[in-house]
């Protein structure tokens, strides 16, 4: 089945070797993400930011955004998401949709993994892809 | 250098009011103001106004009159209210002008605000894969700050019931009736932890003053609390602001408290000399993190000053007397100039029902996207 990324210059890789995007800036090696696109970014290298960082922070979605907003469905098919920060090391804190089954047992802290999630699925069948971290641990006992 | 007065304050009652434009209320509450002060449009030197979803402020130049008066309309977020005020005080302060007004009025439609990535310098994705909403930002901040400063869940109910109890004792408020502990808590979230009763809603509203000159105010013969300190902060890096998709490693001080630490330093004054507070309360935990980032408390303290009633009217740090953001709603280009206008009825005596016993010094700090923050300091 044919997907694509939400946006050019997010991840680099497909699937399993996929990894998130930032920028390094050339004058003093400050981290930033997204990577810059367009104008300035001459001034960034691309980086590629670690896949396993903890939870900085998290909230819970729980009305169907106005657009810009793109996802699948409706206001009656909406299905709370998780959002949250991700600290990863000696990088930078990012924001992103949280991957979880248990919304009830994220925790400030808990160790999380870098992965690409089905966002909405296009009226030609195409899959759409973004960013994504989930518990590391999600599917072992609680 | 000469002082800066409020001379005269006007309001349209915030809410939902059918069939009046945003514009109107911003007429009404200008001539509400105008009439406080025993004075007439046709006086006025300058007018600095905002709005941001309800036209143009110079808009009200036709139905104020065309007098030629220097008008500037003032776009600055959440702020734009705090923006318009800390610019007439430069305009009187600088020598150049002695009487002015200051407005602001919105009216928005229902529910939360949807913000465009684009007028931020943010990418399509950031709003199409549903991370841009100021709820999200506002619940994970009080999130984060509960768990390191054990701030419990129960304490943001406390904050939204006193809420409602203050708007029930204010004539300008929207929400007038009392809402129980145990409703707050039981109510849908939001955004986690926040339950809807925890947020405030976009609004309509408006709100004026009319400042003067010390050396103006004695020639007219009218009296008002004077503008201590005002100062308008934006953010640094490092700052946890609305819309980031990302966060340095290291924090930095937010802009409440880098605005705060100037206003009272112009105004010569500390947190404790303070007699009434209003501050930003988009969502419950947001009163709770100013009062800490403006000096009032340290962090972690709200949970014991909230549960002895500290904050409430008759407690020792009075704050939100008329019930903020979360009884009165959220007219962006009113909502900061609102929490002057209650200053002002508290310094004058004039808050009836809700008065804070010899009020002599009065704080109101306003913050908002993309992360600034104005305060002023008044003294009766």
């Given at each position: 089945m044919a997907t694509r990324m939400v946006a050019e210059g997010l991840v680099s890789g497909l699937g399993d070797d996929a990894r998130l995007l930032g920028g390094r800036r050339r004058a003093d090696g400050k981290v930033v993400f997204p990577l810059p696109l367009g104008a300035?970014?001459?001034a960034y290298d691309a980086i590629e930011l670690p896949r396993e960082g903890t939870l900085w922070s998290y909230t819970v979605q729980r009305f169907r955004p106005k657009p810009p907003y793109a996802g699948p469905g409706d206001d009656r098919s909406f299905t709370p998401y998780a959002v949250g920060y991700v600290a990863l090391p000696d990088a930078i804190i990012v924001e992103t949709r949280i991957e979880t089954d248990a919304i009830d047992r994220l925790r400030i802290g808990m160790p999380m993994t870098f992965t690409l999630q089905t966002f909405r699925t296009d009226a030609d069948g195409a899959e759409v892809l973004t960013y994504a971290f989930r518990p590391s641990k999600e599917g072992d006992a609680p | 250098m000469t002082d800066v007065h409020i001379v005269g304050a006007g309001i349209h009652p915030f809410g939902r009011t059918e069939g009046r434009s945003g514009l109107d209320q911003g007429l009404f509450a200008t001539n509400e103001a105008l009439a406080d002060a025993g004075l007439d449009w046709s006086q006025m030197e300058f007018a600095f106004g905002g709005s941001a979803a309800a036209g143009?402020?110079?808009?009200?130049l036709p139905r104020l009159g065309l007098t030629g008066v220097q008008f500037i309309n003032v776009a600055n977020g959440c702020a734009t209210g705090g923006s318009a005020l800390l610019a007439g005080y430069w305009a009187i302060k600088s020598g150049e002008f002695d009487l002015g007004l200051v407005v602001g009025f919105d009216k928005h439609p229902r529910g939360a605000f949807n913000a465009d990535p684009e007028k931020s310098g943010l990418p399509a994705w950031y709003g199409e894969t549903g991370l841009m909403l100021t709820t999200q930002f506002f619940g994970m901040k009080i999130q984060r700050y509960m768990g390191l400063h054990g701030i419990t869940a129960e304490t943001l109910g406390r904050v939204a019931e006193k809420a409602y109890e203050n708007g029930a004792r204010?004539?300008?408020?929207?929400?007038?009736e009392p809402v129980g502990l145990n409703v707050i808590m039981s109510a849908d979230l939001v955004s986690d932890p926040l339950t809807k009763f925890m947020f405030c809603s976009p609004a309509e509203g408006g709100a004026a003053l009319i400042l003067a000159s010390d050396r103006k105010m004695r020639e007219l013969g009218l009296a008002g609390p004077k503008v201590r300190g005002a100062a308008v902060r934006t953010r640094v890096s490092g700052s946890f602001e609305v819309f980031s998709p990302s966060l340095e490693l290291e924090r930095g001080p937010s802009p409440t408290v880098l605005a705060s630490k100037a206003a009272y330093e112009m105004a010569g004054v500390g947190p404790t000399d303070i007699d009434v507070i209003q501050i930003q309360d988009t969502e419950s935990g947001a009163e709770i993190m100013h009062m800490a980032e403006n000096g009032f408390c340290q962090d972690g303290e709200q949970e014991e000053l909230i549960a002895a009633g500290a904050?409430?009217?008759?407690?020792?740090m009075p704050v939100n007397t008329d019930g903020g953001c979360l009884a009165c709603g959220e007219p962006i280009g009113a909502s900061g100039l609102r929490q002057v206008y209650e200053n002002v009825q508290q310094l004058r005596g004039r808050a009836e029902g809700r008065q804070v016993e010899q009020a002599r010094l009065g704080y109101s700090q306003v913050y908002g996207a993309p992360g600034l923050s104005a305060v002023a300091i008044l003294e009766a």
């Open positions: 300035g970014a001459e | 143009n402020a110079d808009a009200l204010t004539p300008h408020a929207w929400r007038r904050t409430r009217i008759g407690g020792r």
